[in-house]
Antibody, heavy 114, light 112 residues
Framework: EVQLVESGGGLVQPGGSLRLSCAAS????????MSWVRQAPGKGPEWVAH????????YYVDSVKGRFTISRDNAKNSLYLQMNSLRADDTAVYYC???????WGQGTLVTVSS | DVVMTQSPLSLPVTLGQPASISCRSS???????????LHWFQQRPGQAPRRLIY???DRDSGVPDRFSGSGSGTDFTLKISRVEAEDVGVYYC?????????FGQGTKVEIK
């Protein structure tokens, strides 16, 4: 059974940093590209970042470029999102997802507020 | 960015009756490999989104056959042949042909 479990969310002040993690199991992690998708309260999903199978290619939505970094550790079956210079409009539930968003985790809430 | 426009935004439906959601893109979603990367997602209250349909019309594993997708180019449709109580939620289309991937605004399906 495919499982994706996010962690690392919480309350952070504007300008602060957080690192999200996603533990994957039930499939060959190293053979799949992975994404982070977020959903602000009461809004629709927004794709944030994508990384290919070996981590050599990374793509970001414009609003997070230069602030967020996606990475992966295939030996640990784990996906990460380093978030710096956080802003209030980054407040959202952050989901990791496999491939063409075929599987999603349950998400971790990030709240940016003073 | 490609804009995805869904209609209607709210869809009250009687149990057992059909439902249809439209999704239009601001650009063609046909990729250079010939595939059309238009997907549909269901989000039940309090849950993460779940993919129902990928590449316009392919149903994901475990998705009831009352769900079907169709369309081409810039116009797409999700149909539910007979709505059941468990179908209540918000439905999103999403294009993955162009960067960045973008979602529609969502259509809220509720029971009359």
């Amino acid at each position: 059974e495919v499982q994706l479990v996010e962690s690392g969310g919480g309350l952070v002040q504007p300008g602060g940093s957080l690192r999200l993690s996603c533990a994957a199991s039930g499939f060959t992690f190293s053979s799949n590209w992975m994404s982070w998708v977020r959903q602000a309260p009461g809004k629709g999903p927004e794709w944030v970042a994508h990384i290919n199978e070996d981590g050599s290619a990374k793509y970001y939505v414009d609003s997070v470029k230069g602030r967020f970094t996606i990475s992966r550790d295939n030996a640990k079956n784990s996906l990460y999102l380093q978030m710096n210079s956080l802003r209030a409009d980054d407040t959202a539930v952050y989901y990791c997802a496999r491939g063409h968003l075929s599987y999603w985790g349950q998400g971790t809430l990030v709240t940016v507020s003073s | 960015d490609v804009v995805m426009t869904q209609s209607p935004l709210s869809l009250p439906v009687t149990l057992g009756q059909p439902a249809s959601i439209s999704c239009r893109s601001s650009q063609s979603l046909v990729y250079s490999d010939g595939n059309t990367y238009l997907h549909w997602f269901q989000q039940r209250p309090g849950q993460a989104p779940r993919r129902l349909i990928y590449k316009v019309s392919d149903r994901d594993s475990g998705v009831p056959d009352r769900f079907s997708g169709s369309g081409s180019g810039t116009d797409f449709t999700l149909k539910i042949s007979r709505v059941e109580a468990e179908d209540v939620g918000v439905y999103y289309c999403m294009q993955a042909t162009h960067w960045p991937k973008t979602f529609g605004q969502g259509t809220k399906v509720e029971i009359k």
